[in-house]
Structure formats: structure tokens, C-alpha cells
């Protein structure tokens, strides 16, 4: 079966890094995506991986490795306004997405 | 990047009752989705609409129960049908645009169903 894990929620403090793992298993592959959602709103798009290795974007960075079925979101000096949950997704070989439930992550003082 | 609008944002249904969701795009795009979320819960997909012809649907999802229009590339609507309070949830709308790269969709702000 398809399947994406991630954890269900983690602590960070402000002006510091977090990083949140994903694991995919889909029926091939096609990339993998990044989400954020801040309570009450709609998914906004972060990142893309379809290679193996680092793509950065600012404070953000998100990791693959296709050969272990991983990936991480890595977001730096963090801020408040960082508090939301993070949505990892996979995209299979008929190029529909496998969303996992969701990092909420709370960004403290 | 594509706007999406969604309406209603949120409404309050008695149950055995139907309501219809609205999505407009504010440009024309090559894939629309419905999806379904409860709080604190993965996305869901419903189904693909798909335009001119009927929408596709996924595992547990059916026509009769939503009824998915999509008359032309810029805008669909979601319909919940006899609803119960099961049907409760956020419903969001997604689009992907063509020749994207990237494969990134972009969300509408959810419609948020509540069924007593």
C-alpha cells in the first residue's frame, strides 16, 4: 500500500532550527512536495523534490533521498508566525499525491 | 500563481439536506481536485473534475453522493449530498496549472460544513 509518516507534532523555540522528517512508500514516484498550513487556512506550496540531495529556499530547505524514501523539511531561525502544521506529499506513479496527516509545529518564546 | 475563491466559506446544514460548493480559479488551469479535511487530519482526495465530462472519483467516494460539475477550465462545483453528520468536515477545492514543472497545486480557503 501507499503510505506517508511523519510526526504528529514538535516544539521548537524562536531563532532556532527544526527539522521534520518525512517517509514515503508510493507505487513509483514523482517528487515530493511540502505544505504548510496555518490553522483555519488553505495548504500553501513550499517545496519540490524530485532529485536526491538539498534544495534551499531561504530559511527553508527540504531533503530527498529516493533510494531510502525520505525526505525533510529543514526551516531555520524560525518565527512565531512559523507555528502551523507542515504537510509532507507524495506523488506516485499516476501522478496523484499521498498526503501524510501533518507536522503541527509550535514555535516558542 | 492561481487565486482560488471557495464559497460558502462555512454554513451550518440540517442533516437530509444538500449543499453545493463553488470554485473559481482566476485562471485557466488543467486540473481540479476536491478534497476533504478533518481538523488536524491528512487531505482526503475526493475526486478529480474534470471538463465536459463526469469527474473521477476515488476509493469510498461516489456520484451520487457528490455530484461534481466543471463546465469550463476556470471553475467546478462540489455538491454533498443527503447530508448526514459524518459529512462534517472542511471541503477544499485545489488546482494545478498546465505545464507546471513543479506539479505545485494551489488551495482555496475551504469550505467548513457542519451537519446537525
Known amino acids: 500500500g501507499q503510505n506517508i509518516d511523519q510526526p504528529t507534532e514538535m516544539t521548537a523555540t524562536e531563532g532556532a532550527i527544526v527539522q521534520i522528517n518525512c517517509t514515503y512508500q508510493t507505487s513509483g514516484f514523482n517528487g515530493l512536495f511540502w505544505y504548510q498550513q496555518h490553522a483555519g487556512e488553505a495548504p500553501t506550496f513550499l517545496s519540490y523534490n524530485v532529485l536526491d540531495g538539498l534544495e534551499e529556499k531561504g530559511r527553508f530547505s527540504s531533503f530527498l533521498s529516493r533510494s531510502k524514501g525520505y525526505s525533510y523539511l529543514l526551516l531555520k531561525e524560525l518565527q512565531m508566525k512559523d507555528s502551523a502544521s507542515y504537510l509532507c506529499?507524495?506523488?506516485?506513479?499516476?501522478?496523484?499525491?499521498?498526503w501524510g496527516a501533518g507536522t503541527k509545529l509550535i514555535i516558542k518564546p | 500563481s492561481a487565486v482560488i475563491s471557495q464559497k460558502p466559506s462555512r454554513d451550518i446544514c440540517q442533516r437530509g439536506t444538500s449543499l453545493t460548493i463553488q470554485c473559481q480559479v482566476d485562471s485557466q488551469v488543467t486540473m481540479m481536485f476536491w478534497y476533504r479535511q478533518q481538523p488536524g487530519q491528512s487531505l482526503t482526495l475526493i475526486a478529480t473534475a474534470n471538463q465536459g465530462s463526469e469527474a473521477t472519483y476515488e476509493s469510498g467516494f461516489v456520484i451520487d453522493k457528490f455530484p461534481i460539475s466543471r463546465p469550463n477550465l476556470t471553475f467546478s462545483t462540489l455538491t454533498v449530498s443527503n447530508m448526514s453528520p459524518e459529512d462534517s468536515s472542511i471541503y477544499l477545492c485545489s488546482a494545478g496549472k498546465a505545464g507546471s514543472d513543479s506539479g505545485e497545486l494551489f488551495f482555496g480557503e475551504g469550505s467548513r460544513l457542519t451537519v446537525l
Open positions: 506529499a507524495a506523488m506516485d506513479s499516476n501522478y496523484q499525491l499521498i
